[in-house]
């Protein structure tokens, strides 16, 4: 059964829904270097890693130079760290490396402009980037939509057929992101067959502010819970 996890945890409410809701993980965007909705301060994010539950995988989100993402991985303490910046092949393996031994998995964004398809990498390709990404020692290949206007977080859905080539691909887990709502989920989980999915905008009614009911139904969506679409 697929995965979910939802990003963007503001407060201990936003947590309560989430697990509530069934949620595997939540993501806390952490000291972002671009300006996002949702982004926290370590110290917050660290206070929140602590209130989860044992049982939710606890993610922090982040991007900029890696000796600056070692550090915030080390004082907020998640069970993953997210890179979701714009981050070379060397860059990934330094972040790999520093935080061997502390017990913290990295994983990796491929963001993908929906206007050109083009991959935010060194090597545009989304599907060839995919598998440079695989062998840099990460541990689960993020997939997501990337606009003029946002890095993340953007609401409009990606090419499933182009993710789910990249799934196809690579020895790797791919979690799904971009525009992916209670509505078009089953589909995306049909088309791409991916192990996780992250959804921010698509159980909010604004930024940063959670829907419980909106979180329920894309759970729901996503693991088939009363059937699929």
């Keep these: 059964m697929v995965r979910v996890k939802m990003c963007g945890m503001m407060n201990r409410k936003d947590l309560i829904f989430a697990e509530t809701a069934g949620a595997d993980?939540?993501?806390?965007?952490?000291?972002?270097?671009?300006?996002?909705?949702?982004?926290?301060?370590?110290?917050?994010?660290?206070?929140?890693?602590?209130?989860?539950?044992?049982?939710?995988?606890?993610?922090?989100?982040?991007?900029?130079?890696?000796d600056r993402m070692i550090r915030i991985a080390?004082?907020?303490?998640?069970?993953?760290?997210?890179?979701?910046?714009?981050?070379?092949?060397?860059?990934?393996?330094?972040?790999?490396?520093?935080?061997?031994?502390?017990?913290?998995?990295?994983?990796?964004?491929?963001?993908?402009?929906?206007?050109?398809?083009?991959?935010?990498?060194?090597?545009?390709?989304?599907?060839?980037?995919?598998?440079?990404?695989?062998?840099?020692?990460?541990?689960?290949?993020?997939?997501?939509?990337?606009?003029?206007?946002?890095p993340a977080g953007t609401g409009v859905a990606l090419d499933w057929d182009m993710a789910a080539k990249i799934a196809s691909r690579i020895n790797l887990p791919v979690i799904l992101a971009g525009g992916l709502t209670a509505g078009n989920v089953p589909a995306a989980v049909r088309k791409v067959k991916p192990y996780a999915l992250d959804v921010i905008s698509g159980v909010e009614d604004g930024p940063g502010i959670k829907n419980p009911e909106k979180m329920e139904a894309f759970v729901r969506a996503a693991k088939g819970i009363g059937g699929r679409a």
Excluded: C
């Excluded at 972040?95 to 994983?107: P, Y």
């Design 25 to 66: 993980a939540v993501g806390f965007v952490t000291e972002y270097p671009v300006p996002v909705p949702w982004n926290l301060s370590r110290e917050q994010a660290a206070e929140l890693v602590l209130a989860a539950s044992p049982f939710l995988t606890t993610v922090a989100v982040v991007g900029g130079p890696p």
């Design 74 to 150: 080390r004082a907020v303490k998640p069970k993953i760290l997210q890179l979701h910046g714009d981050e070379t092949l060397n860059q990934i393996e330094e972040v790999v490396v520093g935080l061997k031994g502390t017990g913290i998995r990295v994983i990796k964004a491929l963001r993908v402009n929906v206007d050109t398809g083009k991959a935010r990498f060194d090597e545009t390709d989304p599907v060839k980037a995919g598998e440079i990404l695989a062998g840099s020692g990460i541990g689960a290949l993020v997939v997501d939509s990337q606009t003029s206007s946002m």
